[in-house]
């Protein structure tokens, strides 16, 4: 008897839901950390404050406005640091008070200045105006906070895959998230803008193993029967991490608070210690099987169950058959690749896939906050449209097609963020619902991509080939956050048409991956190549 049979004829109890309810918090809190610079660098509406016009109440947007701001005609707003140089006026030889003139022909339209003094359109607090990070030619700094979020990502997911070998899931869980809250806590008392960078970097570090370890978690103690079910309910979570920020923000306008609010309550998960059980499968691994049974005791008492006395004797023997293979060395994997054209090109496309779903994946959460229209309502409907794309994903990985699950979820992203990028501005519910179809879309992607990369490669290179090639598509998410920056170089919705010519691309190439749901699992290179 292995695990799996040991898990299934226990069925699903309380204590499974209960560990696997909260593990789904642990996942709403994990998705703090890779969103809120979206929010903290967020940049502000600002223009200069124009001391011949502006009374002690001065507005964002007032009917004047354009006879003393260049207008930047990409972007269509007034230019955040220039303003036309004020022209003195006389009347019978004597100067008039400049604070009195504010009227057509007092500025000279082809001369400009920089100014050194703001007036805001919204009553918040980011890092731009804390930090003094003014201007268009600043803008790189705000998008440099996402690379190095994304940065800290791509060093501390292979850190956090050594310490949750070494350690333990449960360890990895509960401590990154920990570290996570502490990092993000203080990162809300950072005195400048370099010192908010470096708290940026370590908490991303952190935290970026939470979401792989808790998922392993709450899968593991339930049977294979019910995994899909769970997972797909323990995704549900994730998005809400992100709507509660969003909705924090909104209601306090204030990074620093907004970023304590959120980040606090995470300390309470060092209390998952004396309740959450650790992965059974380490354990296995580790050949701790007393605290294994242990666990399964406790797991079959809340189904009404007694485990069976010989259950340490069958796992003993399932562990010394499940785990007797080594996994590959980095050499045999580059032979294994570039040894077969299936292969190689099976890597090469699911590779690109996976840049591609990270990329407008948080792509399309960052550039919600730059949309028309309330940016805190944009990010929590942009972020809470997940919900219903993974219990759509629920649906189509039991009953349809991988390979038509991929490729049409692609394209719809796509058409959808085309289609925002092609629909005029005075239409923007019509925008907005077809930029959060894109976003339904592509998390349907994302879902589905998980399952079909783990089946698509060999038993014998299975885990190195998809620990590689979602390696590499992490270059989607250092990418995403520079789309900001192009959007204010070339147009607000340049990226969303990037977003949407990439995503249909990725949705032909789909056509070309082998089809997998309901097929046996390939257990060497030998039979992709048989079936090409």
Same mark, same amino acid.
């Given at each position: 008897?292995?695990?799996?049979?040991?898990?299934?004829?226990?069925?699903?109890?309380?204590?499974?839901?209960?560990?696997? /309810?909260?593990?789904?918090?642990?996942?709403?809190?994990?998705? !703090?950390?890779?969103?809120?610079?979206?929010?903290?660098?967020?940049?502000?509406?600002?223009?200069?404050?124009?001391?011949?016009?502006?009374?002690?109440?001065?507005?964002?947007?007032?009917?004047?406005?354009?006879?003393?701001?260049?207008?930047?005609?990409? +972007?269509?707003?007034?230019?955040?640091?220039?303003?036309?140089?004020?022209?003195? *006026?006389?009347?019978?030889?004597?100067?008039?008070?400049?604070?009195?003139?504010?009227?057509?022909?007092?500025?000279?339209?082809?001369?400009?200045?920089?100014?050194?003094?703001?007036?805001?359109?919204?009553?918040?607090? &980011?890092?731009?105006?804390?930090?003094?990070?003014?201007?268009?030619?600043?803008?790189?700094?705000?998008?440099?906070?996402?690379?190095?979020?994304?940065?800290? *990502?791509? !060093?501390?997911?292979?850190?956090?895959?050594?310490?949750?070998?070494?350690?333990?899931?449960?360890?990895?869980?509960?401590?990154?998230?920990?570290? =996570?809250? !502490?990092?993000?806590?203080?990162?809300?008392?950072?005195?400048?803008?370099?010192?908010?960078?470096?708290?940026?970097?370590?908490?991303?570090?952190?935290?970026?193993?939470? %979401? +792989?370890?808790?998922?392993?978690?709450?899968?593991?103690?339930?049977?294979?029967?019910?995994?899909?079910?769970?997972?797909?309910?323990?995704?549900?979570? %994730?998005?809400?991490?992100?709507?509660?920020?969003?909705? +924090?923000? %909104?209601?306090?306008?204030?990074?620093?608070?907004?970023?304590? !609010?959120?980040?606090?309550?995470?300390?309470?998960?060092?209390?998952?210690?004396?309740?959450?059980?650790?992965?059974?499968?380490?354990? *296995?691994?580790?050949?701790?099987?007393?605290?294994?049974?242990?666990?399964?005791?406790?797991?079959?008492?809340?189904?009404?169950?007694?485990?069976?006395?010989?259950?340490?004797?069958?796992?003993?023997?399932?562990?010394?058959?499940?785990?007797?293979?080594?996994?590959?060395?980095?050499?045999?994997?580059?032979?294994?690749?570039?040894?077969?054209?299936?292969?190689?090109?099976?890597?090469?496309?699911?590779?690109?896939?996976?840049?591609?779903?990270?990329?407008?994946?948080?792509?399309?959460?960052?550039?919600?906050?730059?949309?028309?229209?309330?940016?805190?309502?944009?990010?929590?409907?942009?972020?809470?449209?997940?919900?219903?794309?993974?219990?759509? =994903?629920?649906?189509?990985?039991?009953?349809?097609?991988?390979?038509?699950?991929? /490729?049409?979820?692609?394209?719809?992203?796509?058409?959808?963020?085309?289609?925002?990028?092609?629909?005029?501005?005075?239409?923007?519910?019509?925008?907005?619902?077809?930029?959060?179809?894109?976003?339904?879309?592509?998390?349907?992607?994302?879902?589905?991509?998980?399952?079909? &990369?783990?089946?698509?490669?060999?038993?014998?290179?299975?885990?190195s080939l998809i620990s590689a090639v979602s390696m590499i598509g992490r270059l989607g998410l250092i990418l995403s956050p520079q789309m900001t920056l192009l959007g204010?170089?070339?147009? *607000? %919705?340049?990226?969303?048409?990037?977003?949407?010519?990439?995503?249909?691309?990725?949705?032909?190439?789909?056509?070309?991956?082998?089809?997998?749901?309901?097929?046996?699992?390939?257990?060497?290179?030998?039979?992709?190549?048989?079936?090409?």
């Open positions: 008897m292995d695990l799996d049979e040991i898990l299934s004829n226990n069925g699903l109890g309380s204590y499974q839901v209960t560990v696997c /309810a909260l593990m789904g918090l642990v996942l709403m809190f994990s998705n !703090i950390s890779p969103l809120s610079y979206a929010i903290t660098a967020g940049d502000l509406k600002y223009r200069c404050e124009i001391p011949q016009c502006d009374t002690n109440n001065p507005s964002y947007n007032p009917e004047w406005l354009n006879q003393t701001i260049p207008y930047n005609k990409i +972007a269509n707003e007034p230019y955040k640091c220039l303003m036309y140089r004020y022209v003195s *006026q006389t009347t019978n030889g004597t100067v008039i008070s400049a604070n009195s003139m504010c009227r057509e022909g007092s500025f000279n339209v082809s001369s400009k200045k920089k100014c050194n003094k703001w007036v805001f359109g919204e009553m918040e607090r &980011t890092i731009v105006n804390d930090f003094g990070i003014m201007c268009e030619e600043n803008k790189w700094k705000l998008t440099m906070v996402g690379t190095i979020n994304s940065l800290g *990502q791509i !060093i501390g997911i292979p850190l956090s895959g050594c310490i949750s070998d070494m350690y333990g899931r449960k360890y990895m869980s509960i401590i990154g998230s920990a570290a =996570s809250a !502490i990092l993000g806590t203080l990162k809300s008392f950072s005195p400048n803008y370099y010192s908010f960078l470096l708290f940026e970097f370590f908490e991303s570090m952190a935290s970026c193993g939470v %979401y +792989a370890a808790t998922f392993v978690l709450g899968i593991e103690i339930v049977s294979p029967k019910s995994r899909v079910a769970v997972s797909t309910l323990m995704g549900c979570f %994730y998005p809400m991490g992100a709507v509660l920020m969003g909705f +924090a923000a %909104y209601m306090v306008l204030d990074w620093r608070i907004m970023l304590r !609010i959120v980040n606090l309550p995470g300390l309470l998960i060092l209390g998952y210690i004396w309740y959450v059980p650790e992965s059974l499968r380490w354990l *296995q691994t580790k050949n701790r099987i007393e605290e294994m049974a242990k666990i399964l005791s406790k797991i079959a008492e809340s189904n009404g169950n007694t485990l069976p006395p010989s259950v340490n004797e069958a796992l003993v023997a399932d562990a010394k058959y499940t785990f007797k293979k080594k996994e590959l060395s980095g050499s045999k994997l580059i032979t294994t690749i570039f040894g077969s054209k299936e292969i190689l090109l099976l890597v090469i496309n699911c590779t690109f896939s996976w840049i591609t779903i990270t990329f407008v994946y948080y792509g399309l959460s960052l550039t919600s906050v730059e949309m028309s229209g309330n940016k805190y309502l944009n990010f929590m409907l942009v972020n809470i449209i997940e919900v219903p794309a993974f219990l759509t =994903s629920w649906y189509v990985m039991e009953h349809l097609s991988r390979r038509y699950t991929q /490729a049409f979820s692609f394209f719809l992203s796509g058409v959808g963020c085309i289609m925002v990028s092609l629909i005029p501005t005075d239409y923007l519910l019509t925008k907005l619902l077809m930029f959060l179809s894109s976003k339904y879309a592509i998390t349907i992607a994302f879902n589905n991509m998980y399952m079909f &990369t783990a089946e698509m490669f060999p038993t014998e290179a299975r885990m204010a170089y070339f147009g *607000q %919705y340049v990226p969303i048409l990037l977003f949407g010519i990439l995503s249909t691309i990725a949705g032909a190439t789909a056509f070309l991956f082998p089809e997998t749901k309901d097929k046996k699992l390939p257990d060497t290179v030998r039979e992709i190549e048989l079936v090409g």
